[in-house]
């Protein structure tokens, strides 16, 4: 059995890392991830969806504890 049915759909990726089409696809992800209005506007996003950056809501589950 060859190497890339034993990886399965890992293999698949690795064949479309080293193709043409996939080689052009990871230089062009590279450029774009070396621009820096691109990482801010990726770093706004991560901040948006895992809530950090905004100030805790109160409540029981905030897991602040409150100042005398």
């Known amino acids: 059995m060859s ?10 990726l690795i064949a479309l890392a080293n193709s043409p089409a996939g080689k052009k696809a990871i230089a062009k992800a590279q450029q774009l991830a070396a621009d820096p209005k691109n990482r801010a ?25 409150p100042r005398p």
């Open 3 to 12: 190497l890339m049915k034993k990886l399965g759909g890992i293999g698949g």
């Open 41 to 65: 506007k990726v770093e706004q996003l991560l901040k948006k969806v895992t809530g950090k950056g905004t100030p805790p809501t109160g409540g029981p589950t905030s897991g602040a504890a």
